[in-house]
Nanobody, 117 residues
Framework: QVQLVESGGGLVQAGGSLRLSCAAS????????MNWYRQAPGKQRELVAA???????NYGDSVKGRFTISRDNAKNTVYLQMNSLKPEDTAVYYC???????????WGQGTQVTVSS
């Protein structure tokens, strides 16, 4: 069982920055990937950023050049640095992890990000 705890959400003005954190309850070397998704009201959940534990990263088209995903193995934590935030980035952001052995998906409880214009 993997527990994921997100933090760092909040209210920010357009153009501002936030850093989200996702702390895993297990050593992240047992995880295949950790991802950030978001879901805005009335919209489907979408992939924001992914870090594959072979070293590669992927980003959704709408956040490329503004968001950066990174990890700290010693803290079993993945971060999402969000810069140049826009009102359309407003959503609940969820951390997701895929276990390396079982490929089972785990989700955090979500953290609200609100960007005011």
């Amino acid at each position: 069982q993997v527990q994921l705890v997100e933090s760092g959400g909040g209210l920010v003005q357009a153009g501002g920055s936030l850093r989200l954190s996702c702390a895993a309850s297990v050593n992240i070397i047992f995880l295949k990937a950790m991802n950030w998704y978001r879901q805005a009201p009335g919209k489907q959940r979408e992939l924001v950023a992914a870090i594959i534990f072979g070293g590669s990263t992927n980003y959704g088209d709408s956040v490329k050049g503004r968001f950066t995903i990174s990890r700290d193995n010693a803290k079993n934590t993945v971060y999402l640095q969000m810069n140049s935030l826009k009102p359309e980035d407003t959503a609940v952001y969820y951390c997701n992890a895929k276990h390396k052995l079982s490929s089972k998906d785990y989700w955090g409880q979500g953290t609200q990000v609100t960007v005011s214009s």
